[in-house]
């Protein structure tokens, strides 16, 4: 059997594929961002119609394609819905502010196309000098059209409509919204964005430095402003991800803000998360605060999409922290996450998303942390993935009945799932092979779990390979994986349920379980639609 596991044979990125946004369609009503790509309003209401959110979904779908041989081309709309159907969740807290009385506009302030080149060019080299005064009045003035009455009034407002004639009369004229649809709110961000891109890519860290201290200047202010300037800044800062106590406090205080916009809470989590992955590290105790307000705001919201709620566990494994450490036994925030690890009716990105999470924990200081147990739920999840590969191949006829969504498990099979127990590159003491070594028993526990989830993905793989005439046999050996697995599992069990001492039950019948149970449950689909698992 070749080693279809090795990382060349995926691409370098796949471990971040399943952590990246959405596979295919998921609309937040009332609160759906501009895509620097292709602007699309936000909608009070939703109809199940074939291209519900097309335009909102483009960016993210492209964004979030496993990085694997063969994958879909997600910009083919089609395509991409064979991942998973379109997903309608409502914010209600975007209501209140989606109304255009709500917008304050900025005070203008003049640049000219000369001004936002000049600072463009200053983000390509770091050889070139750096004209604070210039990036500051650029940033002031795009932050001013985010702002823009007529492109925000347009963005809001229907399709074009056609009034029904009257007998005897010649229909009306189509009545045509004024203003340019959202293009200027459109140009704005991207223009916010451009510098970052092209300065991060030429490790201009003195442009990145003076340019994001400017974004923090001039763009929080907006974050209290009309939906659709709130979210567009929040992308800008998220992106940014100023590596400064600062900024790191201004995104905790958008997820603790019980009136703040689901979508301005997302792109805190990303901005976290990219301080983090650009390299920034601050004091244990500012790192582990940080991680339990996303832990809280993860358990006080028990209707948060699932996106969000990667999103949330993304952001804690690259922090690391499992527990404050005044607390450090108790374990606070990686019994957030186990929430989530233990939650079968959980999709299966966020249920891998929470075993790498805990897998990348610090857990040295935590006494008696039950490996085991996440071991235990990780191969749950293996199971839960491989089977879900295997119902999507038939035997009699033989076809593929849906390759797309098959890579998209597997790619998360191999990805996050993997990484629980192997780690992240680069990453010391990542892992749960790694983590657990202080713990002899719990180490063999976890290698016997591991040990069995490796034929179980490789033969997922060999079954995505497989010629058609061959289905039927490769679709019996995964089942003979899986079989072994959850034997083990079945006959196995973890000696307690509790991640720590004294902690939560994760048992079938435990608090924790429970509470497992109420965080898988999304919001209410809108529009008639399923939740999409």
């Not at 070749?2 to 990382?7: C, G, P, T």
């Not at 959202?182 to 140009?187: D, E």
């Not at 797309?404 to 092979?433: D, Q």
């Not at 034929?455 to 019996?476: R, Y």
């Amino acid at each position: 059997m070749a080693d279809v596991l090795h990382r060349s044979r995926w691409g370098s990125r796949w471990p971040r594929a399943m952590a990246a946004v959405v596979p295919a369609g998921f609309l937040l009503l009332m609160a759906a961002p501009v895509a620097t790509a292709q602007p699309a309003p936000p909608k009070a209401q939703a109809t199940p119609k074939k291209d519900a959110g097309d335009e909102t979904q483009a960016k993210d779908a492209a964004a979030a394609a496993p990085d694997v041989a063969g994958a879909p081309d997600t910009d083919n709309d089609d395509k991409s819905k064979r991942v998973a159907p379109v997903e309608v969740f409502k914010d209600p807290n975007a209501e209140a502010v989606l109304d255009i009385s709500k917008l304050r506009p900025l005070t203008p302030a003049p640049f000219s196309n000369q001004d936002l080149l000049r600072v463009k060019e200053m983000a390509q080299s770091p050889n070139n000098r750096v004209d604070t005064t210039l990036i500051d009045r650029v940033v002031r003035g795009l932050a001013a059209q985010l702002t823009d009455r007529r492109s925000i009034q347009s963005l809001l407002e229907g399709p074009t409509t056609t009034a029904l004639p009257q007998p005897g009369k010649k229909a009306a004229a189509a009545k045509k919204p004024e203003g340019d649809g959202g293009k200027a709110i459109q140009i704005a961000t991207k223009n916010l964005l451009e510098p970052i891109f092209t300065a991060r890519a030429a490790k201009n860290e003195i442009f990145l430095r003076d340019y994001s201290q400017s974004l923090q200047r001039h763009l929080p202010q907006l974050l209290k402003n009309h939906l659709v300037p709130r979210v567009q800044a929040m992308i800008v800062l998220g992106e940014a991800a100023p590596p400064t106590l600062d900024a790191l406090n201004m995104f905790q205080s958008e997820l603790s803000n019980r009136s703040q916009v689901l979508w301005v809470k997302l792109w805190a989590l990303q901005g976290i998360t990219n301080i983090k992955r650009n390299g920034k590290g601050f004091a244990a105790n500012v790192e582990s605060q940080a991680a339990r307000t996303i832990a809280d705001f993860l358990e006080s919201e028990r209707s948060l999409p699932w996106l969000i709620q990667l999103r949330g566990l993304e952001a804690l494994g690259y922090l690391r922290q499992s527990g404050l450490a005044v607390e450090a036994s108790k374990a606070r925030m990686a019994n957030t996450v186990m929430l989530f690890l233990a939650a079968d009716q959980a999709r299966g990105e966020v249920r891998s998303e929470a075993a790498r999470t805990l897998g990348r924990m610090q857990v040295n200081a935590v006494p008696n942390f039950n490996f085991s147990m996440v071991a235990f739920f990780a191969g749950k999840v293996a199971v839960d993935l491989a089977t879900e590969v295997n119902d999507l191949y038939s035997e009699k006829p033989a076809r593929a009945v849906n390759a797309t969504r098959a890579k998209y498990f597997v790619a998360t099979l191999i990805g996050p799932l993997y990484e629980a127990f192997t780690g992240v590159p680069g990453e010391s003491n990542s892992g749960l092979l790694q983590s657990s070594r202080s713990d002899p028993k719990s180490t063999k526990y976890v290698r016997q779990v591991f040990d069995l989830i490796r034929p179980v993905a490789q033969e997922s793989v060999e079954l995505l390979n497989s010629p058609s005439k061959s289905f039927g046999s490769q679709k019996k050996s995964l089942s003979a994986a899986v079989d072994a697995l959850k034997d083990f599992l079945a006959k196995n069990p973890p000696e307690t349920w509790m991640l720590v001492p004294g902690g939560r039950d994760f048992g079938q019948n435990g608090a924790g379980n429970a509470a497992a149970r109420r965080s898988a449950e999304a919001a209410p689909a809108m529009a008639g639609l399923g939740r999409g698992r």
